[in-house]
């Protein structure tokens, strides 16, 4: 069975991408798989940002991600890009943090305007760690996403597009763990 990490960068615990990372760590449980999410935020601030890989939650989260046969990247669009606090998470990882692993892009975002920040800026980060396949990102709307009673709730237009792409990231887990690409199949 694949072993999949969420990984969401929202700034709060009240974000939508925080939202959508639950969602999606929910929707991939249903589904049988072993799911974690690793909310960074979560992460102490001093350790992440001086990049203090010795640091036993940091430490713990490094060993999440080189266990993962699946990631998904969950982040906030801030001025064109993803959030300042995956690239920080991310500069943690080693040159090959994401050898062998399938990955999942995805980002919420005010503005239409912002969607290829995540093929423009996130992407090539994902693909210079060495990803094994990167699927079609996602970028879901603000407007489009709130709260109820603590769950998320999305419009039915992004809540179809959401499913279709995370059929594609489980195709593409399914492939990766047919071919016995090692770091990409079935743990025992």
């Not at 994902?126 to 094994?132: F, H, K, N, W």
């Amino acid at each position: 069975m694949p072993r999949i990490l969420v990984v969401s960068a929202g700034p709060s615990p009240y974000s939508g991408t925080e939202a959508v990372g639950e969602h999606v760590a929910a929707r991939l449980t249903e589904a049988e798989w072993q799911v974690e999410h690793l909310r960074v935020r979560a992460l102490p601030p001093a350790a992440l940002l001086g990049a203090d890989g010795s640091d036993p939650v940091v430490g713990r989260a490094m060993e999440e991600v080189s266990g993962a046969d699946g990631i998904v990247l969950a982040t906030p669009v801030y001025k064109a890009s993803f959030s300042g606090l995956l690239k920080v998470f991310l500069d943690l990882l080693p040159e090959c943090g994401f050898v062998g692993k399938v990955v999942l892009p995805l980002a919420t975002g005010g503005s239409a305007a912002h969607v290829l920040a995540v093929d423009y800026a996130l992407r090539p980060v994902v693909q210079s760690l060495g990803a094994r396949h990167t699927v079609q990102s996602y970028f879901l709307l603000e407007r489009h996403l709130g709260r109820s009673n603590g769950s998320l709730r999305m419009s039915p237009e992004s809540t179809d597009l959401l499913d279709s792409v995370l059929e594609q990231f489980r195709e593409a887990l399914i492939m990766a763990a047919g071919r016995g690409t090692p770091g990409a199949g079935p743990r025992p």
